[in-house]
T-cell receptor, first 112, second 115 residues
Framework: GEDVEQSLFLSVREGDSSVINCTYT??????LYWYKQEPGAGLQLLTY?????DMKQDQRLTVLLNKKDKHLSLRIADTQTGDSAIYFC????????????FGAGTRLAVHP | NAGVTQTPKFRVLKTGQSMTLLCAQD?????MYWYRQDPGMGLRLIHY???????AKGEVPDGYNVSRLKKQNFLLGLESAAPSQTSVYFC??????????????FGPGTRLTVL
């Protein structure tokens, strides 16, 4: 079936790197996404990766995609208190109406 | 641009009452979506629309109805609210461009409590 799984909680010290992991099920997914949700707000697209890529880097963010294991990760370098939020992994199925399947979200807590 | 807006932001209903949630977008997007977010679960798609005058069921459509009479608006209705519909509801829109990464833009959410 369609499923995206993530660990629910991650705590890191300010200045350290954070790594949030996700596994997905559909090997034909075209795009995979990371969305960020700050308290009381809607989701905002943080970054995405096309399925034919292994890695994507965008400033402090690094996305790694292992298609064989259907594993996606988001690394945040030099994590700041402003990075505290819930991070959702999502996969897009090929064709159709831009159907996204979301994971349950990982709550990232950054402490001094 | 305001992006995606939702009204109301909060609402408390009694079981059996009805209400309509309004979503509006000013980006001229073709696609619009209604999701619900429950603790420990990802967003689940309730209904969606691929254009004005069209609607379709998502993963969890039971107990909800939708209408898309104007391109910029997508309404979500609860005819007879139940406590199981207590949730945070998010509207989103996107502009389908075939093979592009096609970002969905989300509203701020409506927190609904059904007593």
């Amino acid at each position: 079936g369609e499923d995206v799984e993530q660990s629910l909680f991650l705590s890191v010290r300010e200045g350290d790197s954070s790594v949030i992991n996700c596994t997905y099920t559909d090997s034909s997914s075209t795009y995979l996404y990371w969305y960020k949700q700050e308290p009381g707000a809607g989701l905002q697209l943080l970054t995405y990766i096309f399925s034919n890529m292994d890695m994507k880097q965008d400033q402090r963010l690094t996305v790694l995609l292992n298609k064989k294991d259907k594993h996606l990760s988001l690394r945040i370098a030099d994590t700041q208190t402003g990075d505290s939020a819930i991070y959702f992994c999502a996969e897009r199925f090929s064709g159709g109406y831009n159907k996204l399947i979301f994971g349950a979200g990982t709550r990232l807590a950054v402490h001094p | 641009n305001a992006g995606v807006t939702q009204t109301p932001k909060f609402r408390v209903l009694k079981t059996g009452q009805s209400m309509t949630l309004l979503c509006a977008q000013d980006m001229n997007h073709e696609y619009m979506y209604w999701y619900r977010q429950d603790p420990g679960m990802g967003l689940r798609l309730i209904h969606y629309s691929v254009g004005e005058g069209t609607t379709a069921k998502g993963e969890v459509p039971d107990g909800y109805n939708v209408s898309r009479l104007k391109k910029q608006n997508f309404l979500l209705g609860l005819e007879s609210a139940a406590p199981s519909q207590t949730s945070v509801y998010f509207c989103a829109s996107s502009n389908e461009r075939g093979r592009s990464y096609n970002e969905q833009f989300f509203g701020p959410g409506t927190r609904l409590t059904v007593l």
